[in-house]
Every structure is written in structure tokens, then in C-alpha cells.
């Protein structure tokens, strides 16, 4: 399961402040697409056909507040969360596709390792009981 990160401090942010001063339902948005993009792994990416899906009225409306409040930027086919990855500073906010799927790889891979060991430390009489 991977998780869309949410700033403690995202009460008090000017950008967050400013989108619930304007149009509180494009937080709303913001916050079912992160979920979104976080479960399909698309790196902070909304394609532009999925946002009535996320929020069946107005969607398109509430994405350009995003934009205008920096929360968003418009990309070719849709909108691209702002500093997905990581903050300004570098602070690490949500995994990429990229680090989700090597770590899927090494789990499965250490599982894979634990079930050949278990497997080799049973004996066949302890199998049959």
C-alpha cells in the first residue's frame, strides 16, 4: 500500500489557505487525486480524463483553482501536483513509481528467499506430520 502524504503543516500553508479561502471543494480534489495517483503510481499525474471521475461536478473548474493557487501545474493531457517527490528543500513527500516498485521487487524477493529457507530446514518426516 503506498500512502499520499499530507503535510502536518498544511492548515497554515498560504497555498492550502488560499484554495479553502476561494473554493474549498478544489481541496477536496486535490486530496482525492492524491489518493488517486498514489494508488495507481502515477507519480503526482491526474490525466485529464480521470478528473470527473475523481469529482464528478465541477472537476474541471476546481483543477484550474489548483493551477492558479500553484497547488498544480497544467501538462500535456492533464495536471501534475506540484514538488510530487519531494519539497524544495529536498524533503522527501511521496515515493515515486519507481522506489514503490523496487520495493515491492525486494519484498517479494525476500519473501521468496524466507519460503526457500523455511523449506529447507523442514524435514520430510516433520512435512508429513
Given at each position: 500500500?503506498?500512502?499520499?502524504?499530507?503535510?502536518?503543516?498544511?492548515?497554515?500553508?498560504?497555498?492550502?489557505?488560499?484554495?479553502?479561502?476561494?473554493?474549498?471543494?478544489?481541496?477536496?480534489?486535490?486530496?482525492?487525486?492524491?489518493?488517486?495517483?498514489?494508488?495507481?503510481?502515477?507519480?503526482?499525474?491526474?490525466?485529464?480524463?480521470?478528473?470527473?471521475?475523481?469529482?464528478?461536478?465541477?472537476?474541471?473548474?476546481?483543477?484550474?483553482?489548483?493551477?492558479?493557487?500553484?497547488?498544480?501545474?497544467?501538462?500535456?493531457?492533464?495536471?501534475?501536483?506540484?514538488?510530487?517527490?519531494?519539497?524544495?528543500?529536498?524533503?522527501?513527500?511521496?515515493?515515486?513509481r519507481a522506489e514503490v516498485e523496487s520495493e515491492r521487487r525486494k519484498?517479494?524477493?525476500?519473501?521468496?528467499?524466507?519460503?526457500?529457507?523455511?523449506?529447507?530446514?523442514?524435514?520430510?518426516?516433520?512435512?508429513?506430520?
Open positions: 500500500m503506498v500512502w499520499f502524504k499530507v503535510d502536518d503543516k498544511a492548515h497554515s500553508n498560504n497555498k492550502i489557505r488560499k484554495v479553502l479561502a476561494d473554493e474549498p471543494a478544489a481541496l477536496a480534489l486535490w486530496t482525492v487525486a492524491g489518493s488517486w495517483s498514489s494508488d495507481n503510481l502515477t507519480d503526482g499525474l491526474i490525466p485529464d480524463h480521470q478528473l470527473p471521475w475523481l469529482l464528478p461536478k465541477g472537476a474541471d473548474e476546481l483543477a484550474r483553482k489548483l493551477v492558479t493557487a500553484r497547488l498544480w501545474r497544467r501538462v500535456a493531457g492533464g495536471y501534475q501536483f506540484n514538488q510530487w517527490a519531494e519539497d524544495g528543500d529536498g524533503t522527501k513527500r511521496n515515493p515515486t519484498k517479494s524477493e525476500a519473501g521468496r528467499r524466507g519460503g526457500l529457507a523455511s523449506g529447507k530446514t523442514r524435514t520430510k518426516p516433520q512435512a508429513r506430520a
